[in-house]
C-alpha cells in the first residue's frame, strides 16, 4: 500500500510492530484469485496489478512467519452463489469456478496445520462466518481457544476500503462488547491493498460514475477509519 498523508485525516501508522508470537494470530482477507489474479473473473485485475502483486507477496512473507512460529492462521475467502447475488457488485468468486480459491502462493496453507479456511457470503466477514443454525457459535473463540489465546490479531488482506475494514470494525466493536478476548487489533499496511478504477476508466467503460475508486484515496479513507475505530496501523509486522 503507497501511503499518503492529510493533516485533516491524520493516521497515526508505526514503523514496525514486533509481537509476542505465543500472544499473535493471523488473518488474512480475501487473498483469493477472484480478487488478486489477473483475468480471473469480474473483479479480478484486468492485467499485473504491482500493488496487488507486492501485498500478496507480503501475506506469504508473513505467513511463513506465523508458521514458522507455529501461531494460527485464518483465511477468509469470499465465496458466493448464483442465487445469492451481491449488489451493488457484478458475479464474482462464484464456487466452482476458481474464483473463491486462495492465490497459488497461499495454497501451501492448506497443508498448515494451525490453519482454518472460512467462506463467506458477505463482505464483511464477521457476519459472514454466522452459521444460521447456531447462532451462538462464536468462531472466533474455538479458532483463538483451539490455538491457545492470542492477546492480538494481525489482520491483511484485500480490499482495505471494504473486506477489510468491516472486518476490523467488526473485530473491535465484538471486542469491546466482549464477545471475543482480544487486545489488539493490528492492520499490517504492507499486506494490504485495495482495486483502482480511475474516473476516466470508468467513463471509457461507459459506467456510472459511481463506480469510480480511486486508489490512494480508497487506502486513506480506510486507514483513517479503522484507526479511528481503535485499530493500530502499521507498517510492518515482525513476530
Request: net charge negative; charged share 20%.
Amino acid at each position: 500500500m503507497k501511503l499518503i498523508f492529510n493533516e485533516e485525516l491524520f493516521v497515526q501508522i508505526e514503523d514496525q510492530l514486533e509481537l509476542d508470537a505465543e500472544e499473535t494470530g493471523l488473518i488474512i482477507v480475501d487473498a483469493v484469485n477472484g480478487f488478486c489474479t489477473p483475468g480471473m473473473g469480474n473483479l479480478a485485475p484486468a492485467s499485473h496489478d504491482e500493488a496487488i502483486a507486492s501485498m500478496v507477496s507480503n501475506i506469504n512473507l508473513l505467513a511463513r512467519q506465523f508458521a514458522d512460529k507455529v501461531r494460527p492462521i485464518l483465511a477468509f475467502q469470499d465465496t458466493h452463489y448464483d442465487e445469492y447475488p451481491e449488489p451493488p457488485y457484478p458475479p464474482h468468486c462464484l464456487q466452482g469456478t476458481g474464483e473463491e480459491l486462495l492465490v497459488e502462493a497461499l495454497q501451501w496453507l492448506q497443508k498448515y496445520e494451525h490453519f482454518l479456511t472460512i467462506e463467506k457470503d458477505c463482505i464483511n466477514g464477521y457476519i459472514g462466518s454466522i452459521v444460521f443454525d447456531e447462532l451462538n457459535t462464536n468462531w472466533m473463540e474455538k479458532w483463538m481457544h483451539k490455538n491457545n489465546r492470542n492477546g492480538n490479531l494481525v489482520i491483511t488482506g484485500i480490499c482495505s476500503d471494504i473486506c477489510v475494514l468491516q472486518l476490523v470494525q467488526s473485530l473491535l466493536s465484538a471486542r469491546n462488547h466482549g464477545l471475543i478476548d482480544v487486545e489488539e487489533v493490528i492492520v499490517d499496511l504492507s499486506a494490504v491493498e485495495t482495486y483502482d478504477l480511475p474516473i476516466y476508466v470508468v467513463r471509457e467503460l461507459g459506467l456510472p460514475d459511481s463506480a469510480a475508486h480511486p486508489r490512494e484515496i480508497a487506502n486513506q479513507m480506510a486507514m483513517y477509519l479503522m484507526a479511528q475505530s481503535g485499530a493500530i496501523l502499521t507498517k510492518k509486522v515482525k513476530i
